[in-house]
């Protein structure tokens, strides 16, 4: 494919834009002048009413900084506008069914629907993806590749606060004390063993585990020994909100 002065860069998000998502929107402004920004709070990814409840919205305050960061169209459909009557309803397979998957069922495949829908409607030429949710940005580029689609996925680094917790609209919700506990999460990722995370983990009384593991890139299955590429990725709770957070194994720890 060659480059065309029409060819859209694409930052799906759900909104309560953070620093984390406007390194998403430079990157795709670095790459097109065409950005576009969606916001929407997709109901089908959400197996829990309460997270969906509370989940942060502020329309206003994210145009202005997705503007700000070089977002040249900011959409912010209606459910009806995603969902028509009749859609198609996409699987995310086994690997939707792991770690994230597990523990919040459907969610990879509501994520996946919503994706198509999004993708059906901007056309976009790239479409930039966070490594903060790094399950996610595996099942996506496993679809578009298996299904063909002229789109190139393009990763984005997890941009972190200035004490190592990576930024999440979920963040907001936390307490602070919470967000002090929090920082466990990112400290037990730099420990760079999963015996050494998993101590770190259960140290902090407030945080609840869901997993640690350490991930082969090329299935996202669990690598017993860390493999070129692979991840240990981390999911727990804090005073119920749900956080996430991975980071690279060196092949040598
Ligand atoms: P969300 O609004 O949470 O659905 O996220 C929208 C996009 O921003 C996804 O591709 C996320 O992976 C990405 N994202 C969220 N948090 C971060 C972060 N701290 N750093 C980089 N990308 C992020």
Redesign the pocket.
């Known amino acids: 494919m060659s480059k065309s002065a029409t060819d859209i860069a694409f930052?799906?998000?759900?909104?309560?834009?953070?620093?984390?998502?406007l390194?998403?929107i430079r990157q795709a402004r670095a790459l097109t002048p065409n950005v576009v920004v969606s916001?929407f709070v997709?109901p089908l990814q959400f197996d829990n009413p309460d997270d969906l409840a509370k989940y942060p919205r502020d329309l206003e305050g994210d145009i202005a900084k997705a503007e700000s960061a070089g977002a040249t169209r900011i959409w912010a459909p209606t459910y009806d506008e995603v969902y028509p009557t009749t859609f198609e309803k996409l699987s995310a397979g086994d690997v939707g069914k792991t770690f994230e998957g597990a523990s919040r069922p459907g969610h990879f495949d509501g994520m996946l629907t919503v994706v198509n829908q999004l993708f059906k409607a901007v056309q976009p030429r790239y479409a930039?993806?966070?490594?903060?949710?790094?399950q996610?940005?595996f099942i996506v580029r496993n679809w578009v590749r298996h299904a063909g689609i002229p789109i190139e996925i393009i990763p984005?680094?997890?941009?972190?606060e200035s004490d190592g917790l990576?930024?999440?609209?979920?963040n907001v919700r936390l307490r602070p004390e919470d967000r002090l506990a929090a920082l466990v999460i990112s400290r037990a990722l730099r420990s760079g063993t999963k015996e050494q995370a998993l101590e770190i983990l259960q140290s902090e009384p407030a945080f609840t585990l869901d997993y640690a593991q350490i991930v082969d890139p090329s299935t996202f299955t669990i690598a017993n020994e860390p493999v070129e590429g692979s991840r240990m990725i981390v999911a727990g709770w804090i005073n119920g909100v749900r956080l996430l957070d991975n980071m690279p194994m060196s092949v040598s720890a």
């Open positions: 930052v799906p998000t759900m909104g309560a834009l953070h620093d984390g998502h390194s998403l916001i997709n930039i993806f966070g490594e903060k949710d790094f996610q940005l984005g680094p997890i941009v972190r990576a930024m999440s609209s979920r």
